[in-house]
């Protein structure tokens, strides 16, 4: 545990460690935008919410989300990129359970973006085939909405990564990717970018420019303390929010009385 801690703790993002107490997500407190979608009753035709997760996984997702797109005092993010410290850490896991989390907490449209182009994850989340999606969409300059696959509920949808492409390591920062989010942001409510590993002056940097903040994801007893806090100067030094740190793969529960101290 102390490993761990200390790791956060060093990153001055203690208060981002989960516990599993949560709170209703309140329409009163989204993003002026969407509240009128969020306050509407949901349409008879979502179907049951099957999350690939225990109950404690659930409820510190519920947390995140909370958060991330509904917490007072924060500015309504409705683009919001995940990304990871390093390969490895689940980030497409998180990526994927705060879509269906959101999905079932809002009656807007959510859609999730897969921008790993090298090593995609977000359709194996779903069980749905990756041969149609954002590096394609990337080359077509066709309405974006041809390329999202609707998932089990009515407001959640992916735009998975799509064929690959010897063009993949130039096609994120491309003037394209920056004129497409704009597009997305038009016909979804939410998005949510399952981006690359952070590192410095790459694409997960520029594009996170272009969103309301990032979550970075990092692996409990595997991510090193000075990478961590590598990636969180170098999205600081973009003018990038940091919007929380999630600590995935965490084994021990972390006790209330260190939140007490907090």
């Known amino acids: 545990?102390?490993?761990?801690?200390?790791?956060?703790?060093?990153?001055?993002?203690?208060?981002?460690?989960f516990h599993t107490?949560?709170?209703?997500?309140?329409?009163?407190?989204?993003?002026?935008?969407?509240?009128?979608?969020?306050?509407e009753p949901k349409p008879?035709?979502?179907?049951?919410?099957?999350?690939?997760?225990?109950?404690?996984?659930?409820?510190?997702?519920?947390?995140?989300?909370q958060r991330v797109f509904f917490a007072p005092g924060n500015d309504g993010s409705r683009l919001v990129v995940?990304?990871?410290?390093?390969?490895?850490?689940?980030?497409?896991?998180?990526?994927?359970?705060?879509?269906?989390?959101?999905?079932?907490?809002?009656?807007?449209?959510?859609?999730?973006?897969?921008?790993?182009?090298?090593?995609?994850?977000?359709h194996k989340e779903f069980g749905v085939p990756n041969h149609?999606?954002?590096?394609?969409?990337?080359?077509?300059?066709?309405?974006?909405?041809?390329?999202?696959?609707?998932?089990s509920r009515s407001n959640l949808w992916l735009l998975s990564c799509g064929?690959?492409?010897?063009?993949?390591?130039?096609?994120?920062?491309s003037e394209r990717m920056?004129?497409?989010l704009p597009e997305l942001q038009h016909e979804f409510d939410?998005?949510?970018?399952?981006?690359?590993p952070i590192r410095a002056g790459d694409d997960t940097i520029g594009l996170s420019r272009h969103a309301g903040g990032v979550v970075l994801v990092l692996r409990a007893n595997s991510s090193r303390r000075e990478t961590a806090k590598q990636a969180v100067h170098d999205l600081a030094a973009a003018n990038v929010r940091l919007l929380g740190a999630v600590l995935n793969h965490r084994t021990f529960p972390v006790p209330e009385s260190i939140y007490k101290k907090l």
């Open 82 to 122: 995940v990304s990871a410290t390093e390969s490895g850490n689940g980030c497409s896991w998180i990526c994927a359970r705060m879509g269906e989390v959101l999905a079932s907490q809002t009656s807007g449209t959510v859609c999730l973006v897969d921008a790993n182009l090298r090593s995609p994850g977000l």
């Open 190 to 196: 939410f998005v949510l970018v399952d981006a690359p």
């Open 163 to 173: 064929s690959a492409t010897q063009k993949s390591q130039t096609l994120l920062g």
């Open 44 to 65: 008879v035709d979502l179907k049951p919410l099957a999350l690939k997760m225990d109950d404690k996984q659930r409820d510190e997702i519920f947390k995140l989300v």
């Open 178 to 180: 920056r004129s497409l």
């Open 21 to 39: 107490s949560i709170e209703p997500l309140f329409a009163a407190t989204a993003p002026a935008a969407v509240a009128a979608r969020i306050a």
């Open 132 to 151: 149609y999606g954002l590096s394609d969409a990337l080359q077509a300059y066709q309405p974006v909405r041809g390329f999202v696959t609707q998932l």
């Open 1 to 17: 545990m102390s490993k761990n801690f200390e790791l956060m703790k060093n990153l001055g993002k203690e208060r981002d460690m």
